[in-house]
């Protein structure tokens, strides 16, 4: 039953790994993010997709890379992981335009 | 300067305290306001938006924006300890319509 859920939700990985972060919502949005809360709780908007297509993409290194399979899934590789990768992640969904947005449980990933 | 400024505490209140938690903007094209709660290792869960400027009452909860002063509050009558989270601010609007965050301000109320 659960809305948006995030795969795995701990991730404890060595620098110059690369891993990836799954996120499945079975609300039926249509749009779909990642979102990147630091040690001081501040959320930032990495990436948006609305249909698969990409509509956000912030100022991101291009070692992340999201893939959207279908509208319902959005996934997050990071090659090459560094210390400061460090972080939650959170997928979040919603209708495009509409206000609520809904956010997974998030992944904490830590890079060693 | 940030878009959206928000105290990142803690705050800490007696149970049964009227809690204020604000937040400033700089970008007046921002139109919808939204207050987030988030517990400890939990996602954010929305709590209430507002369009616009004026007031917005759910239960113990008020939000206010007001666009002149690019200011917007969140009141909470009657605080319990399952009060005790972090509450983020939002805002969307312009050109992008992007989502933008607060810090977080992290609120405990104690029993």
């Known amino acids: 039953d659960t809305a948006v859920s995030q795969t795995p939700k701990y991730l404890v990985t060595q620098m110059g790994n690369d891993k990836s972060i799954k996120c499945e919502q079975n609300?039926?949005?249509?749009?779909m993010y990642w979102y990147k809360q630091d040690s001081k709780k501040f959320l930032k908007i990495m990436f948006s997709?609305?249909?698969?297509?990409?509509?956000i993409n912030e100022t991101v290194p291009n070692r992340f890379s999201p893939k959207s399979p279908d509208k319902a899934h959005l996934n997050l590789h990071i090659n090459s992981l560094e210390l400061g990768d460090s972080a939650v992640y959170f997928c979040?969904?919603?209708?495009?335009?509409?206000?609520?947005?809904?956010f997974g449980p998030g992944t904490r990933l830590l890079v060693l | 300067q940030k878009e959206v400024e928000q105290d990142p505490g803690p705050l800490s209140v007696p149970e049964g305290a009227i809690v204020s938690l604000n937040c400033t903007y700089s970008?007046?094209?921002?139109?919808?306001f939204m207050w987030y709660r988030q517990y400890s290792r939990k996602g954010p869960e929305l709590l209430m938006y507002?369009?616009?400027?004026g007031n917005k009452e759910d239960g113990r909860f008020t939000a206010q924006v007001d666009k002149s002063s690019k200011y917007i509050s969140l009141f909470i009558r009657d605080s319990q300890p399952s009060d005790s989270a972090t509450y983020l601010c939002?805002?969307?609007?312009?050109?992008?319509?992007?989502?933008?965050f607060g810090t977080g301000t992290r609120l405990k109320v104690l029993a």
């Open positions: 979040a969904s919603s209708w495009r335009n509409e206000e609520t947005q809904y």
């Open positions: 507002t369009y616009s400027s």
């Open positions: 970008n007046s094209a921002f139109q919808y």
């Open positions: 997709y609305n249909n698969k297509e990409l509509i």
């Open positions: 609300l039926g949005h249509d749009t």
């Open positions: 939002a805002m969307r609007g312009g050109i992008d319509y992007k989502y933008i």
